[in-house]
């Protein structure tokens, strides 16, 4: 089955302890991304990836960072995360930046 | 950034109507795309509308495109209680090719 897997699905942690989301995808796509959703504001990009190496900052990239050194995963971390990236991420991935996106479950991250 | 602005923010209707909600965006765009999102969970690609397209049809979905007006609409006809979701549009500018995505619009399906 086609998917984009992310995990934990649910995350508690306190304030400047680094953590990391992964996200994996089964499609061969090489086109990865990062969003954080807000209540009334949509998704907002965060980083994303066009191929393996191959990333750059999205809309909100502040307090994050990325990597991907294989195809089917693209990494999430926050190397101190404060309470202002309390939000609930997903994961997406496509052929191409254009085209249709397929997402993630989401994880629900609380920094407290 | 953002660029697709949905309206209206809420819509409640009664199972068997039909929905109509409008997403306005900015810049000249390569395609719109349409997703819908239940409670808490991943978007799901609906529709997807080139700028060189007006309309679109996929079962009881219909988008149509304005590209003179910065607009497009998503219609769902004969609305079920599974219609109850958040739905929002999503452009891709011809600048830098990255989907771009609005608010979205919070459609109730009552019984």
């Known amino acids: 089955e086609a998917q984009v897997t992310q995990n934990p699905r649910y995350l508690i942690t306190v304030t400047g302890k680094k953590l990391t989301v992964t996200c994996s995808q089964n499609?061969?796509?090489?086109?990865m991304s990062w969003y954080r959703q807000d209540p009334g504001l949509g998704l907002r990009q965060i980083y994303y990836?066009?191929?393996?190496?191959?990333?750059d900052k999205g809309d909100v990239p502040e307090g994050y960072k990325v990597s991907r050194k294989e195809k089917r995963n693209f990494p999430l971390i926050l190397e101190s995360p404060s309470p202002n990236q309390t939000s609930l991420y997903f994961c997406a991935s496509s052929f191409g930046g254009s085209t249709e996106a397929f997402f993630g479950q989401g994880t629900r991250l609380t920094v407290v | 950034s953002q660029q697709g602005e949905e309206d209206p923010q809420a819509l409640s209707i009664q199972e068997g109507e039909n929905a109509t909600m409008n997403c306005s965006y900015k810049t000249s765009i390569n395609n719109l795309q349409w997703y819908r999102q239940n409670s808490g969970r991943g978007l799901v690609h609906l529709i997807l509308i080139r700028s060189n397209e007006r309309e679109k049809h996929s079962g009881r979905l219909r988008v149509t495109l304005d590209t003179s007006k910065k607009s497009s609409s998503l219609l769902i006809t004969a609305s079920r209680a599974a219609d109850t979701a958040s739905y929002f549009c999503a452009t891709v500018s011809n600048n830098d090719y990255k989907l771009s995505f609005g608010a979205g619009t919070t459609v109730t399906v009552r019984a």
């Open positions: 990836s066009m191929n393996v190496e191959v990333t």
């Open positions: 499609m061969n796509h090489e086109y």
